[in-house]
């Protein structure tokens, strides 16, 4: 008997509105509700359809419920992110927009984390004067506090950081060593036969925690920041990653807190205006661009307390050392050795040489078939 009979007659329309949709007790067994037959004791089929419908009504009522939060709280973002108008379309388009920044942000924070610079080009800092004045400046801060002793830059490593790259592996110091000989021309016609003079004056701090020679404002700027840019611009074209995120400024390290991370914990959190304080506006000296190191942050350092350098260019008319013969002479022998396997690879990747190749170990391995073949005694018999 159907649900229709044991509840009564049928009132006007309702055998069109069974046929438009599922009766009640399907849906009902659909939702897993146990529907007994009324004559077996069990609930009667209206109490089931009422019971049904209030249950339909309430879950009506808070999935409504649950859009209008949704809708408040999309428009109450909406409003804070931007003031236009919160329609549905503009809040798709708004969450695909912020995903998609998130992600990008993400990517770029992972690539970041993978970027470890490990070299660097170096302006060396030669001038006894400059070197001699920061010495007496770090002697003057070691009086007032002995502890920093040991945040102090060595003799030997003053320097300018033109440029700082990641080079992982041996043929990406090749690269490097590549790039920076590249570079030489490209400065010269930059300083177009000039001197660049680079002049020294005053203190200043990163954060309070890395200690600096200023380099002067003047002239001598823009030509050295060019310098950096083309240095930058030539060693990435290279595949090399290299820069960073902050902009070129030019200085002269003398001292690192984070050099000796003890001192944090010993309450020497950052570095007093106080202990230099006269040397503000001290002039140390100039140095002229001569010579520009490709430098390796981790090797051993030189017995001059110089980083490990891989190699050097020379600028300008500065009479040339023994050191920098000795590189002229090691670059131009790292030239010819990589030039020499650069022509035996690009033999060996010809189709010919593969094809003679291939021919030569196939005949060989047929000869030495073939000799096998005849050091087989046939004429000897079983015992």
């Given amino acids: 008997m159907s649900a229709g009979r044991r509840g009564g007659l049928q009132p006007p329309g309702a055998g069109a509105q069974a046929q438009a949709r599922p009766s009640n007790v399907a849906v009902m067994q659909e939702a897993g509700v146990c529907v007994r037959r009324a004559g077996d004791g069990g609930i009667k089929s209206n109490q089931c359809e009422n019971t049904l419908e209030e249950e339909k009504m309430s879950e009506d009522c808070e999935a409504d419920t649950v859009d209008l939060l949704k809708d408040m709280v999309s428009a109450t973002i909406d ?15 708004k969450r695909t927009k912020d995903e998609s920044v998130k992600s990008d942000h993400i990517k770029k924070k992972k ?3 993978d970027y470890q610079p490990n070299y660097f080009l170096s302006i060396p800092i030669t001038n006894k004067k ?17 502890r920093l002793a040991k945040a102090m830059v060595g003799d030997g490593s003053f320097h300018v950081t033109l440029l700082v790259m990641q080079l992982l592996n041996e043929d990406e110091v090749n690269l490097g060593v590549d790039a920076l000989w590249e570079l030489k021309p490209c400065i010269e016609e930059i300083l177009q036969g000039k001197h660049l003079t680079l ?4 203190i200043d701090t990163f954060r309070s ?11 001598h700027l823009s030509p050295l920041l060019e310098i950096a840019e083309t240095a930058k611009r030539t060693f990435q074209e290279k595949g090399i990653q290299a820069g960073e995120n902050r902009s070129f400024k030019p200085h002269l390290t003398f001292m690192k807190l984070p050099k000796a991370p003890w001192l944090r914990r010993n309450g020497v959190k950052k ?9 503000i506006k001290h002039r140390f000296g100039e140095e002229v661009l001569h010579r520009i190191d490709l430098c390796s942050m981790g090797k051993e350092k030189q017995n001059d307390g110089y980083y490990h350098c891989e190699s050097s260019i020379i600028i300008g008319q500065k009479p040339i050392g023994t050191q920098d013969l000795i590189n002229e002479a090691l670059h131009q022998e790292r030239m010819s050795r990589k030039s020499k396997v650069k022509q035996i690879k690009e033999l060996l990747l010809m189709p010919e040489t593969q094809a003679k190749i ?3 170990l196939f005949e060989g391995r047929l000869t030495n078939d073939n000799t096998e073949t005849n050091d087989i005694d046939f004429g000897a018999t079983l015992p």
């Fill in 209 to 219: 925690q890395i200690g600096f020679v200023k380099l002067a404002e003047g002239e």
């Fill in 199 to 202: 002049p020294f004056q005053g």
């Fill in 271 to 279: 570095i007093d205006p106080e202990l230099y304080e006269r040397f």
């Fill in 130 to 146: 400059i070197t001699g004045g920061i010495k007496i400046l770090q002697n003057e801060i070691i009086e007032q506090d002995k």
């Fill in 79 to 93: 409003t804070q992110d931007d003031c236009g108008p919160t329609g549905i379309p503009q809040i798709s388009s």
């Fill in 111 to 113: 690539k970041n984390k």
């Fill in 358 to 360: 291939r021919k030569e």
